[in-house]
């Protein structure tokens, strides 16, 4: 069997959850699907590791009785799986299912007390969800499902495989659960920025206090990793008060293969849980959190009280502080924090001033970046992120002596229902902390004399405003026409970029229109000929010469790149037996492709960073794969085998799944109010089909009365054979679409053996060349993608000016003149005046 890619084994998965979701909430099935993943994972590893182990004592000449002691000695493996745990049990599951998988769960945690107490028997598969609990027929269907997952190493293209296949499943769940997901969830673009501030290093401790699903402490081992370090050098640990997103974490930990996080459970304010050997709490390197937003704490029976210099009140919902408080306490003394926080702590009275005071005077509020509303899950509201640095704190009169504002709130990529940030938007927040430089209407640092002045009032916008200017009006060019040449000149970043663009959109002002010695002509220029109409503005702009030849250079640049740097990603594949380095890649072409890129104006440096990032961050498990297990053929998409194997194939689908639509549409239209079959379509609404089937049945009974009666059935008969052509049309048209959709199902069901059979033919070295052309392909869309952002851009900020200018208000005046001049004669003539 083929191994399995990141897509198959994501596809799988969700499969499994079809059977749930009809019964119940994503937020309420998730750990069904996280705690039976998991089952299987460890049954199918115990399997793999028994038969190692069966040919190694084998090899070693043991005799056969001392072997099977062996092979049940639970000290030989990773996780001892009992019988009653054990897939080859749970596979034939038809009664008392809910009961049985329990069992299992509980025996396989009893098994292994040490890794896994407590992390699976909350898992209840006869938990009652509303009035009812899942029947025996949904969970053995779902027990089947994963009965074609194959969970052992051999199966995975890479090893990291099944944690990130766990990792996309929780981001689908916390898409799926709403409000409920900040409990379990931070986004990943927000993880990625904390952990870039706090920058992370091999040989440190990292802690995160509300760790929810742990994200942020495996965002911490990757980046240590991209960065060339050895992940196994980071002690993790983690605190979550809430069960099941606790056992969600350490599930999460160990199918990472991180079984060294030691994740606690408990509530952090109250009870916190990592202590040194003389009973004070442990201090770390690196603090990371996401603390959940303005809740109330207990503050009655808290341990460890001196953690907290100033007490805010427990009602209120104000213990935002109070996390970050307990979050210096057990930083070391040279040690840095970032936390994601609302934006009321930063410029709320009473305790939260006080608070913030004490952070600012003791020089350990290092910066404050704000970020953009709508990032996070269950809140609108824009947060902030407050760095916390021990190192070069100071003390005394040599405390530090500013904080560095961020206000990134404007940058970032709106999406339906979250927005995110852009892998520039964090190298821009990343990059301007790093430097600590000044950048107007973005980043300053600001004296604490400042904020003292200010009253310790930290809201960002006191101190870096990036509100856009207001937008300029001429008022000359408003009343006698003409584009002010000093905001064409703003715009230069665009005529440099695209030359020629400026004199193919705006001409000279022609000296007839001077009106007056005032009015200087050079100050003002005309919409040329070709731009006068806004909407020529699109086309002028997408075939605008100037435009086409800086995309080509760019992309003649990009070509040059990946050629140039091609041998790099060809030896990403294993040789001689050595896996190759997603991340060390990752970070030499990094490098290149900014160094290539330097001195060109098309885009920023973040950006250039930013899309090869997202260029690489989409392709992660693909390289993964190719480091792990070489060119192999799975990791073509069946999409590309398909178009270029099967093309007829593809467009009689096309052809059948356009009728399908079509009669989807005639159906839709059908059941609308005052509907007509103008176009004699023959569809008939609902209504209508039980109407004439009425009709048709009492117009033959009345056929057969008048019949025996020996009266004269010809009206009848007309009437019932009219109604029955119409339903035979109809129906007809019915069963073309069941038709359809049977052809489709059976054809997809085909191209899964015909891609199948043609992924077998495709060999290695075929294999590479399709894939490294995908991987350019792929590559040169993600750079096209900001090229064409630029020149909407571009289009955006000439259509605003075409808005203002391109039509003057002597203009409007004489349209206005000719419209009341148009409706006095409407008047005369009807007689009122």
């Given at each position: 069997m083929s191994?399995?890619?990141l897509?198959q084994?994501s596809?799988l998965l969700?499969r499994?959850c079809?059977?749930?979701?009809?019964?119940?909430?994503?937020s309420?099935?998730k750990?069904y699907i996280?705690?039976?993943?998991?089952l299987k994972r460890l049954s199918?590893?115990f399997?793999?590791?028994?038969?190692?182990?069966?040919?190694?004592l084998?090899?070693?000449g043991?005799?056969e009785a001392v072997?099977?002691g062996q092979l049940?000695n639970?000290d030989?493996y990773?996780?001892f799986?009992?019988?009653?745990?054990?897939?080859?049990?749970?596979?034939?599951?038809?009664?008392?299912?809910?009961t049985?998988l329990?069992?299992?769960l509980?025996a396989?945690?009893?098994?292994?007390?040490?890794a896994l107490?407590?992390v699976l028997?909350?898992i209840?598969?006869?938990k009652?969800?509303?009035q009812r609990?899942?029947d025996?027929?949904?969970?053995?269907?779902?027990?089947?499902?994963?009965e074609?997952?194959p969970?052992r190493d051999?199966?995975?293209e890479?090893p990291?495989?099944?944690?990130?296949?766990y990792?996309y499943?929780?981001k689908?769940?916390?898409?799926?659960a709403?409000?409920?997901?900040?409990e379990?969830?931070?986004?990943?673009?927000?993880?990625?920025?904390?952990?870039?501030i706090v920058d992370?290093?091999?040989?440190?401790?990292?802690y995160d206090?509300?760790?929810?699903s742990?994200?942020?402490?495996?965002?911490?081992?990757?980046?240590?990793?991209?960065?060339?370090g050895?992940p196994?050098?980071?002690?993790?640990a983690?605190?979550e008060s809430?069960?099941t997103t606790?056992?969600?974490?350490?599930?999460?930990?160990l199918?990472?293969?991180i079984?060294h996080?030691?994740?606690?459970?408990?509530?952090?304010l109250?009870?916190?849980?990592?202590k040194a050997?003389?009973n004070?709490?442990q201090?770390?390197?690196?603090v990371?959190?996401?603390?959940?937003?303005?809740?109330?704490?207990?503050?009655?029976?808290i341990?460890?009280p001196?953690?907290?210099?100033?007490w805010?009140p427990?009602k209120?919902?104000?213990a935002?502080?109070?996390f970050?408080?307990h979050m210096?306490?057990?930083l070391n003394?040279?040690?840095k924090m970032?936390?994601?926080?609302?934006?009321?702590v930063?410029?709320?009275?009473?305790?939260?001033?006080?608070?913030?005071?004490?952070f600012?005077?003791?020089?350990?509020?290092?910066?404050?970046?704000?970020?953009p509303?709508?990032l996070f899950?269950?809140t609108g509201?824009p947060a902030?992120?407050l760095?916390?640095?021990k190192?070069d704190?100071g003390?005394?009169?040599?405390?530090r002596?500013?904080?560095?504002?961020?206000?990134?709130d404007?940058?970032y990529?709106?999406g339906?229902a979250q927005?995110?940030?852009?892998?520039e938007d964090?190298?821009?927040?990343?990059?301007?902390?790093?430097?600590?430089?000044?950048?107007?209407g973005?980043a300053?640092?600001?004296?604490?004399?400042?904020?003292?002045?200010?009253?310790f009032?930290?809201n960002i916008?006191r101190?870096?405003?990036?509100a856009?200017?207001?937008?300029?009006h001429?008022?000359?060019a408003?009343?006698?026409?003409?584009?002010p040449?000093?905001?064409i000149e703003s715009?230069?970043?665009?005529?440099?970029?695209?030359p020629g663009?400026?004199?193919?959109?705006?001409?000279?002002?022609?000296?007839?229109l001077?009106q007056n010695?005032?009015?200087?002509i050079?100050n003002y220029a005309d919409?040329s000929e070709?731009?006068?109409?806004?909407r020529?503005?699109?086309?002028?702009?997408?075939?605008?010469?100037?435009?086409a030849?800086?995309?080509?250079r760019f992309?003649?640049t990009?070509?040059?790149w990946w050629?140039?740097?091609l041998?790099?990603?060809?030896?990403?594949?294993?040789k001689?037996?050595?896996?190759?380095n997603?991340?060390?890649?990752?970070?030499q072409?990094?490098?290149t492709?900014?160094?290539?890129?330097?001195g060109?104006?098309?885009l920023?440096?973040h950006?250039?960073?930013g899309?090869?990032?997202?260029?690489?961050d989409d392709?992660?498990?693909?390289l993964k794969?190719?480091?792990?297990?070489?060119?192999g053929?799975e990791?073509i998409?069946d999409?590309d085998?398909?178009?270029?194997?099967?093309?007829d194939?593809?467009?009689?689908m096309d052809q059948?799944r356009?009728?399908l639509?079509?009669?989807?549409?005639?159906y839709a239209?059908?059941?609308?109010?005052?509907?007509?079959?103008?176009d004699?379509t023959?569809i008939l609404p609902?209504?209508?089909v039980?109407t004439?089937?009425?009709?048709?049945?009492?117009?033959?009974?009345?056929?057969?009365?008048a019949?025996?009666?020996?009266?004269d059935?010809?009206?009848y008969?007309a009437?019932?054979?009219?109604?029955?052509?119409r339903l035979?049309?109809?129906?007809?048209?019915?069963?073309?679409?069941?038709?359809l959709k049977?052809?489709?199902?059976a054809?997809e069901?085909?191209?899964?053996?015909?891609?199948a059979a043609?992924?077998?033919?495709?060999?290695?070295?075929?294999?590479?060349a399709v894939i490294l052309?995908?991987?350019?392909?792929?590559?040169?869309q993600?750079?096209?993608?900001y090229?064409r952002?630029?020149?909407?851009?571009?289009?955006?900020v000439?259509?605003?000016?075409?808005g203002?200018y391109?039509v003057?208000a002597?203009?409007?005046?004489?349209?206005?003149d000719?419209?009341?001049a148009?409706?006095?004669?409407?008047?005369?003539?009807l007689?009122?005046?």
């Open positions: 191994k399995l890619t897509s084994l596809s969700f499994a079809d059977d749930l979701r009809g019964n119940m909430d994503a309420e099935y750990e996280f705690g039976m993943l998991f199918d590893l399997d793999q590791e028994r038969e190692q182990l069966a040919k190694d084998k090899v070693k043991m005799a072997i099977a049940t639970p030989k990773t996780f799986v009992p019988v009653e745990a054990h897939w080859s049990t749970i596979r034939h599951l038809k009664t008392n299912v809910g049985a329990n069992k299992a509980e396989l945690e009893d098994a292994n007390v040490d107490q407590d028997k909350g209840n598969f006869n009652k969800i509303g609990s899942l025996d027929d949904t969970l053995a269907n779902f027990i089947q499902n994963f074609k997952i969970l051999e199966n995975f890479f990291d495989l099944l944690g990130a296949a990792e499943l929780i689908y769940f916390a898409d799926s709403g409000k409920k997901a900040g379990f969830y931070t986004p990943a673009d927000v993880v990625r920025t904390l952990v870039e992370p290093q091999p040989g440190m401790s990292v206090p509300t760790c929810g742990g994200g942020m402490l495996i965002q911490t081992r990757d980046y240590v990793r991209e960065c060339g050895d196994r050098d980071l002690a993790l983690g605190q809430i069960g606790w056992s969600i974490c350490k599930m999460n930990m199918l990472h293969g079984d996080a030691d994740i606690r459970q408990e509530d952090t109250r009870h916190p849980q990592h050997e003389n004070e709490l201090r770390h390197d690196r990371l959190a996401n603390p959940p937003f303005s809740q109330n704490y207990i503050k009655k029976d341990d460890y001196g953690r907290f210099a100033v805010l427990e209120g919902k104000k935002d502080l109070m970050v408080q210096l306490a057990v003394a040279d040690g970032a936390t994601v926080m609302p934006h009321g930063l410029f709320r009275g009473g305790e939260e001033k006080a608070a913030r005071r004490h600012i005077e003791h020089g350990w509020l290092e910066a404050i970046i704000g970020l509303a709508g899950y269950g509201i902030c992120v760095v916390m640095n190192k704190a003390s005394g009169d040599n405390v002596d500013h904080v560095y504002f961020i206000n990134a404007r940058e990529r709106e339906k927005n995110f940030l852009r892998p964090i190298s821009k927040i990343v990059h301007a902390y790093r430097t600590m430089s000044d950048i107007p973005y300053r640092r600001v004296p604490v004399s400042e904020i003292k002045a200010e009253d009032n930290c916008r101190y870096v405003d990036n856009p200017p207001p937008e300029p001429d008022v000359r408003h009343l006698l026409g003409g584009v040449t000093v905001e715009l230069s970043r665009y005529w440099t970029n695209y663009l400026r004199e193919r959109v705006f001409v000279p002002r022609p000296v007839s001077i010695s005032s009015f200087n050079h919409f070709s731009a006068s109409d806004r020529a503005l699109t086309e002028l702009v997408k075939t605008d010469p100037g435009v030849a800086a995309q080509s992309q003649q990009l070509d040059a050629t140039e740097n041998p790099l990603v060809e030896d990403l594949a294993p001689n037996g050595q896996k190759g997603v991340y060390e890649l990752r970070r072409l990094l490098v492709i900014s160094d290539t890129f330097i060109q104006n098309l920023t440096d950006q250039i960073r899309a090869f990032a997202r260029y690489v392709l992660k498990a693909d794969s190719i480091a792990a297990s070489g060119w053929a990791l998409p999409a085998i398909l178009e270029s194997q099967f093309p194939i593809l467009a009689d059948k356009l009728r639509a079509e009669l989807s549409a005639l239209a059908a059941d609308e109010e005052d509907y007509e079959d103008s004699d023959g609902a209504d209508e039980k004439l089937k009425a009709e048709l049945k009492e117009s033959n009974a009345q056929a057969k009365l019949k025996r009666e020996n009266r059935a010809t009206s008969v009437r019932a054979k009219e109604a029955e052509a035979v049309r109809h129906k007809a048209l019915e069963d073309e679409g069941k038709l049977a052809e489709l199902r054809t069901k085909k191209q899964e053996e015909l891609v043609a992924r077998e033919k495709i060999t290695p070295e075929e294999a590479k052309d995908r991987l350019h392909r792929v590559l040169v993600t750079y096209e993608g090229l952002a630029d020149q909407r851009a571009c289009l955006a000439l259509e605003n000016l075409h203002k391109a003057t002597k203009a409007i005046e004489a349209r206005r000719e419209s009341a148009k409706l006095k004669g409407f008047l005369v003539e007689g009122y005046e």
